[in-house]
Structure formats: structure tokens, C-alpha cells
């Protein structure tokens, strides 16, 4: 069973500086991690994902994400915060041993507010 | 090229009713899933089909079934419908040995049960 736990279930941020959104997870095989954005009234769309490999993953938009397995943490972070960046993050874990085709369990989501 | 379409965008029941919902998967996808949102919460996984049959379920009631066409599209219905079926039902699609479960998803078909 897996399950994700998003710490804040809102953060705001100044424009132009960093955006850091928390993600825990736990899973009893090793996990494909993915973060997603979901923006008014629209479906969601995948920032980034890891799978293998790189512990440091780059998205879009200027968005990255480090994959810690000690800490259960795949934390999503940007440099500089944009006012386009305002939108609902939600991260989600898939187990490996599926070969990344099973279903996904998100977390609650983080709605990150932009301050001018 | 489409992504993925769902429809009705909007649709209002009363409890007890039945409710169908669609969705056609984004051009050279073969596998489709289902997600309830309900307000201020994360998708839930329904169900997954692929290859016109239910391969994967959520921990949903049997009062949610499905069906995936030739043609690979999918319904989504959901029997005797309680005031807690009110949510966002999100249809996302994917490529079955794509890799990592890349899903495209559309804008849902937000259900309300009164």
C-alpha cells in the first residue's frame, strides 16, 4: 500500500522567490514519484516524475524535484516563483512492482498562492 | 491532435439516480483510468481498463462500473448515487507499456447529487 502526505495544504510566496512544496510518501516497494499541476478548471498535467536512475529530477516550467529515499521525501522546488506558477501541485506514488501502469494514490494538494 | 475529452461537463442528479460519464483517450493511447476529486481533495483511483477490461480497481464500491470500447473509449457509471458521489470525475489516458504511468488527463465532468 502506498500513501503521500503534501505538508501545507497552502503555501504563498513572493514573486521571484523560491517555491518549495513538500512531499512524503510511503510505500512498501520502491516507488515511481510524480508531480502534477492542476490549474482552474483544467485537468492535471504532469510536471515530473522519477523513476530510476537520477535522484534529481527536472520538469517543466523551470520545476525540479529530488527523489531522498532515507527521508520518504520527493520535495518539489523552483528558483524563482512566476505568477503563472499559482495552481493547485498535487504529488502522487505508483509502486515500481507495476511496472509504472498501476493506479495512482495523490496526495491532498498544496495550493501555492503567488503575492505580487 | 485532441487530448483527452470527457463529457457532459456539468451534470446535476438526485439521489438514487444513475449516471453515466465518457471519455475518449488522447490519439494512440490504449489504456484508460478513472479519478473522483471531491472538493479540496486529491484524485482517488477508480479504476483502470485496459484491453476492454477492468484491470486495476480503487477501493470503490461496486456501485461504480465501467467499460472500455474497441474503439478504446470508456463510460464510467455509477449506480444509486449517494450525496458523497458529488465530486470531479477525471478520465486520464496512457500508453500500457509506456513506462511510469504517464497519464494525460482531461477536464472532467463535474457531477453534483442533490
Known amino acids: 500500500a502506498q500513501s503521500v502526505t503534501q505538508l501545507g495544504s497552502h503555501v504563498s510566496v513572493s514573486e521571484g522567490a523560491l517555491v518549495l512544496l513538500r512531499c512524503n510518501y510511503s510505500s512498501s516497494v520502491p516507488p515511481y514519484l510524480f508531480w502534477y499541476v492542476q490549474y482552474p478548471n483544467q485537468g492535471l498535467q504532469l510536471l515530473l516524475k522519477y523513476t530510476t536512475g537520477a535522484t534529481l529530477v527536472k520538469g517543466i516550467n523551470g520545476f525540479e524535484a529530488e527523489f531522498k529515499k532515507s527521508e520518504t521525501s520527493f520535495h518539489l522546488t523552483k528558483p524563482s516563483a512566476h505568477m503563472s506558477d499559482a495552481a493547485e501541485y498535487f504529488c502522487?506514488?505508483?509502486?515500481?512492482?507495476?511496472?509504472?501502469?498501476?493506479?495512482?494514490?495523490f496526495g491532498k494538494g498544496t495550493h501555492l498562492i503567488i503575492q505580487p | 491532435d485532441a487530448g483527452v475529452t470527457q463529457s457532459p461537463t456539468h451534470l446535476i442528479k438526485t439521489r438514487g439516480q444513475q449516471v453515466t460519464l465518457r471519455c475518449s483517450p488522447k490519439s494512440g493511447h490504449d489504456t484508460v483510468s478513472w479519478y473522483q476529486q471531491a472538493l479540496g481533495q486529491g484524485p482517488q483511483f477508480i479504476f483502470q481498463?485496459?484491453?476492454?477490461?477492468?484491470?486495476q480497481r480503487g477501493n470503490f464500491p461496486d456501485r461504480f462500473s465501467g467499460h472500455q470500447f474497441p474503439n478504446y473509449s470508456s463510460e464510467l457509471n455509477v449506480n444509486a448515487l449517494l450525496l458523497g458521489d458529488s465530486a470531479l470525475y477525471l478520465c486520464?489516458?496512457?500508453?500500457?507499456?509506456?513506462?511510469?504511468?504517464?497519464?494525460?488527463f482531461g477536464a472532467g465532468s463535474r457531477l453534483t447529487v442533490l
Open positions: 502522487a506514488v505508483t509502486p515500481w512492482s507495476g511496472g509504472g501502469a498501476d493506479g495512482l494514490t
Open positions: 486520464a489516458s496512457s500508453l500500457f507499456r509506456g513506462g511510469a504511468n504517464v497519464l494525460t
Open positions: 481498463y485496459y484491453e476492454e477490461e477492468e484491470r
